[in-house]
């Protein structure tokens, strides 16, 4: 099976840097995901890293430590649209996709 | 591209009632879709994996009598909540392989239940 771990909640001020952290214990692994999520909607895919190191894709950035079984999502330039649910996945041999709960992330003026 | 689409976006039944949800890949083959449920404030719960031509295969915990899934064609799999009970009520997600290099999954925009 698999178990994912995320903060629920982090806050921060427009403008400035975010860097939700990601573990987990998986049976299988065959990939890492970041998605968001905005209340009411569907999650929208962000990143994803099958080798160790950073993925930069402009203000996203997501790192993958396999042997540490850790990663991270780094939210730069924080604006008010980036309030959402960030959600890390990861995928087992089998294509499936097992969630962590989800952070909660609040971008204040 | 790799737009998911889900109909409808809402329904409210009586208990009792059959609902069937469709999840559409609008500009992609998907040989491969699957289908959550997430209750309020918690995360995604993979249901079942729907294969195009094939039955599909369920999570532990999931009856498949209850919850129908038909994969008809390769843009196409529709999920029929069976005599829908208010504890069924939820939101249902479906997403489809996408393919390319991270071969991610593309989700649809949902489907909110309420049984009433």
């Known amino acids: 099976g698999q178990n994912i771990d995320q903060p629920t909640e982090m806050t921060a001020t427009e403008g400035a840097i975010v860097q939700i952290n990601c573990t987990y214990q998986t049976s299988g692994f065959n990939g890492l995901f970041w998605y968001q999520q905005h209340a009411g909607e569907a999650p929208t895919f962000l990143s994803y890293?099958?080798?160790?190191g950073l993925e930069e894709k402009g203000r996203f950035s997501s790192f993958l430590s396999r042997s540490k079984g850790y990663s991270y999502l780094l939210l730069k330039e924080l604006q008010m649209k980036d309030s959402a649910s960030y959600l890390c996945?990861?995928?087992?041999?089998?294509?499936?996709?097992?969630f962590g709960a989800g952070t909660t992330v609040t971008v204040r003026a | 591209g790799a737009v998911v689409s889900q109909h409808p976006s809402w329904v409210i039944c009586k208990s009792g009632t059959s609902v069937k949800i469709e999840c559409r890949s609008l500009?992609?083959?998907?040989?491969?879709m699957f289908w959550y449920r997430q209750f309020p404030k918690q995360s995604l719960m993979l249901m079942a994996t729907?294969?195009?031509?094939?039955?599909?295969?369920?999570e532990q915990g999931v009856e498949k009598d209850k919850f129908l899934i038909n994969h008809a064609s390769l843009t196409l799999s529709t999920l029929t909540v069976t005599s829908a009970h208010p504890e069924d009520s939820s939101f249902y997600i479906c997403?489809?392989?996408?393919?390319?290099?991270?071969?991610?999954?593309?989700f649809g925009p949902g489907t909110r239940l309420t049984v009433l």
């Open positions: 890293n099958v080798l160790d």
């Open positions: 729907s294969n195009e031509g094939s039955k599909a295969t369920y």
């Open positions: 997403s489809a392989r996408g393919g390319g290099e991270a071969d991610t999954q593309y």
């Open positions: 500009d992609f083959q998907a040989t491969t």
């Open positions: 996945a990861v995928r087992d041999g089998d294509y499936k996709l097992s």
